[in-house]
C-alpha cells in the first residue's frame, strides 16, 4: 500500500470522512484499499493538525518556469504559431534571469496544454468575401428545415485518379529504403483526372455532368439550359425554388 504522502488531496478526505463516519481502521482500510498504516497516520495528523492536503505538492524539483513565465511563454506562442522549440526558447530566455532549455520548454509548453501539429488546410477566404458570408449566415440564421429544402446545391469538383499529399510516412530501417514495400509511386501530371458539375436537393440528386475541359462561361450556360432548368422546372413547379452556386468567375460570366 501506498505512504500516506502517495494519497492525493481527495484520498486524504476520504480517509478523514471514512473515520469521522464511526468506521474503525480496519473498516476504512478494507473500505478504501489503504494499509491500516496510513489510515492511522493520516487520520491522526487530521486530529492534531487539521491537515487534509497531499504532500505531493511540495515533493518533487521547483518547476523553472512558474506561472508569470508560462504567460510569457504564451505570449511568444500567440505571436508566432510557427516558431521553433529553438526558437522560443532563445526569445523566452531574453531578459531572464535563469535561462531554461529547450526539453524545459517543450514540457512547459505540454503542460500549458500546447501540442506542435500540422496546421489544418482551409481555403483561402479573402475579407471581403468573410463579409459576406457573414451576412449571408445572418441573414438566413432563422430559416427552418422546410426552408432548406427548397434549396438546390450545385458545384464542379476535380477528382484525381492518383493522388498523394507528400505526408505519408513509413517505418523503415537505413538500408530498406528502397525496398518495393517503402516506396511510394508517382506520375507524371498528377495521373489524370475527372471534372464533373452535379446538383443535389433535400428530396433528390440531380444530375452529373462530366466536363471534358475547362469549365467556362459558356459551357457553364450550356449547362444551366439542359440541366438545371429541368431540374428545378420538374422539383419545384410552383417556382418557390432556390438555386445554389458559387462566385466562381465562369459562374459569373
Given at each position: ?115 506542435n501539429r500540422r496546421p489544418h488546410r482551409v481555403p483561402l477566404i479573402s475579407t471581403t468575401n468573410r463579409k459576406k458570408r457573414l451576412q ?118
Amino acid at each position: 500500500m501506498g505512504k500516506k504522502g502517495d494519497l492525493s488531496n481527495f484520498e486524504h478526505g476520504m480517509v478523514v470522512g471514512a473515520r469521522w463516519a464511526g468506521l474503525s481502521i480496519s473498516q476504512s482500510a478494507q473500505l478504501l484499499g489503504f494499509s491500516r498504516t496510513t489510515i492511522s497516520r493520516v487520520y491522526k495528523e487530521w486530529c492534531e493538525k487539521g491537515k487534509t492536503s497531499s504532500m505531493l505538492q511540495s515533493c518533487g524539483r521547483k518547476c523553472l518556469v512558474d506561472a508569470r513565465g508560462q504567460r510569457r511563454m504564451g505570449r511568444l506562442i500567440q505571436a508566432d504559431r510557427r516558431a521553433t522549440l529553438t526558437e522560443i526558447t532563445t526569445c523566452y530566455n531574453r531578459g531572464m534571469q535563469q535561462s531554461i532549455c529547450e526539453a524545459t520548454t517543450h514540457t512547459t509548453l505540454r503542460r500549458m496544454g500546447y501540442n506542435n501539429r500540422r496546421p489544418h488546410r482551409v481555403p483561402l477566404i479573402s475579407t471581403t468575401n468573410r463579409k459576406k458570408r457573414l451576412q449571408f449566415a445572418q441573414a438566413h440564421q432563422n430559416w427552418t428545415v422546410e426552408d432548406w429544402k427548397n434549396v438546390a446545391w450545385s458545384d464542379e469538383s476535380r477528382f484525381l485518379l492518383r493522388h498523394s499529399d507528400g505526408r505519408v510516412r513509413i517505418w523503415h530501417k537505413q538500408n530498406e529504403n528502397m525496398d518495393p514495400s517503402c516506396l511510394v509511386t508517382t506520375v507524371q501530371a498528377g495521373g489524370g483526372g475527372v471534372m464533373v458539375w452535379g446538383m443535389f436537393s433535400w428530396h433528390t440528386l440531380g444530375p452529373l455532368v462530366p466536363i471534358g475541359h475547362r469549365l467556362n462561361a459558356m459551357a457553364y450556360l450550356s449547362i444551366v439550359f439542359d440541366h438545371v432548368h429541368p431540374f428545378m422546372t420538374t422539383m419545384y413547379p410552383s417556382s418557390d425554388g432556390y438555386f445554389q452556386q458559387d462566385n466562381a468567375p465562369c459562374h459569373k460570366a
